[in-house]
């Protein structure tokens, strides 16, 4: 195995750990509860069905999401013929990652020449996010362009500039003020005239006057389709990962004045919300693409479902990667 293989690897190994971590008060809400159901139920009623769903609700996994997982979990059971609560857990387990395929496309943006909107309300940790996406994207190879299109926020700006100059990347910047639509304009002329790979846009910081929101992301879209039509498209949107079924409202605003194509959820090392990364791909049938525990730039990782969910319910890794 090469030495870049292996310090990926270990990379990722790490961030599982702080992940396990991280979710701690989310397993507390949801797992030992549902620990205490299979140990504490003698058969398989509708009794035991409820309990799981209560608890699975009051672990921010949401209403649909929950009866979903419920009627495949019911599914499982019937096939599997099973009698046992006990042996439930797996399949319960199983039954929460079929929620959560993102799909094989998922990261086809990164091998093409693409132009990446990055929307949210400001605080979930949209700048940072787009710094440590560039400063990653950077590290593959790419040629990054930062847009900084967040322009009414002043220090939307600077900390963008700040991440910038730590990737390497370059960015294209007006004042604080500027109109957002003509910073993207710069920053595609930019990107065609220095062959970037990826253009990456920081934008659209407030919900609260949607309709101005929904003007100014409309121009920005009219403008992307004008000039970088041949671009392949991404929206992003950043979502505090503390506010649970808030940021899933937030979200469904978004996608009224957006074509979002990807979840960024930040802020989960610590949250007792985790179960808001099913609900979100489960409700909104868009994929989480992105989860982020920490402040470094590898503390931003592509979201991968199956450890998400082990993590949850704290199952334990076994080192056969190790041995490859």
């Not at 790419?142 to 991440?163: C, G």
């Not at 074509?259 to 179960?275: E, P, Q, R, S, Y």
Request: proline share 1%; net charge negative; charged share 35%.
């Amino acid at each position: 195995m090469s030495e870049e293989k292996k310090e990926e690897k270990k990379e990722k190994k790490g961030f599982f750990r702080r992940l396990v971590s991280g979710l701690t008060k989310t397993r507390e809400n949801i797992v030992s509860g549902i620990d205490s159901i299979f140990s504490g139920f003698s058969k398989i009623d509708d009794d035991f069905y409820e309990e799981i769903e209560e608890i699975l609700i009051m672990g921010d996994i949401g209403v649909s999401t929950t009866e979903n997982i419920i009627e495949n979990l019911k599914e499982k059971v019937k096939e599997n013929k099973i009698k046992d609560p006990k042996e439930c857990k797996q399949l319960l387990i199983d039954s929460i990652k079929e929620q959560m395929d993102i799909g094989e496309n998922a990261y086809d943006f990164e091998d093409r020449k693409s132009i990446i909107l990055v929307i949210g309300v400001n605080g979930v940790g949209k700048t940072t996010s787009v710094g440590k996406l560039a400063a990653q994207l950077k590290s593959k190879g790419n040629k990054v362009i930062m847009a900084a299109a967040d322009t009414f926020r002043a220090a939307a700006i600077e900390q963008l500039t700040e991440w910038a100059n730590r990737a390497g990347t370059d960015i294209i910047a007006q004042q604080e003020g500027a109109d957002p639509g003509a910073v993207v304009f710069d920053a595609i002329q930019a990107a065609k005239s220095r062959k970037a790979d990826i253009l990456i846009c920081d934008t659209a910081g407030r919900l609260h006057n949607k309709k101005n929101l929904m003007e100014e992301l409309k121009k920005i879209n009219r403008i992307i389709d004008k000039e970088y039509s041949d671009a392949y498209r991404e929206t992003f949107i950043v979502l505090d990962g503390t506010t649970g079924q808030n940021a899933l409202s937030q979200a469904k605003q978004f996608m009224e004045c957006a074509d979002i194509t990807g979840v960024i959820l930040t802020k989960m090392d610590g949250t007792a919300k985790g179960g808001i990364a099913v609900a979100i791909q489960s409700e909104l049938g868009i994929p989480v693409k992105y989860i982020g525990i920490g402040e470094k730039i590898e503390d931003l990782q592509k979201f991968d479902a199956d450890s998400f969910v082990d993590a949850l319910f704290d199952v334990k890794k076994d080192d056969k990667d190790d041995e490859e």
